[in-house]
């Protein structure tokens, strides 16, 4: 089992930038690799990024690339996504997540989310 709590999330202006932490418990988090979906009000949950277990791989939704940037730190068991060039169509719920397949949008584990809200 792997446990999953994310952090960071808050109200920002457009533009501005958020940086989340999702600290993870349990197995060695370099077992898996850890991502970042969202769901936005009325909508369904999106991916948004993924790292591969040793950090060498990632992959992003198009509508992030050159704004996100997802990374790790396996000795703190900790995923990162710095997000920058916030748009207020980023505004919904972040949930972290661990999986054993990069390619994966079903990830086995998730987090319980973190609101980013981002103003016009």
């Known amino acids: 089992q792997v446990q999953l709590v994310e952090s960071g999330g808050g109200l920002v202006q457009a533009g501005g930038s958020l940086r989340l932490s999702c600290a993870a418990s349990g197995r060695p988090s370099s077992n898996y690799a850890m991502g970042w979906f969202r769901q936005a009000p009325g909508k369904g949950r999106e991916f948004v990024a993924v790292?591969?277990?040793?950090?060498?791989?990632?992959r992003y939704a198009d509508l992030v690339k050159g704004r996100f940037t997802i990374s790790r730190d396996n000795v703190k068991n900790t995923a990162y996504l710095q997000m920058n060039s916030l748009k207020p169509e980023d505004t919904a719920i972040y949930y972290c997540s661990a999986g054993t397949n990069y390619f994966s949008n079903n990830p086995n584990y998730w987090g319980p989310g973190t609101q980013v809200t981002v103003s016009s």
């Open positions: 790292i591969s277990g040793g950090g060498i791989s990632t």
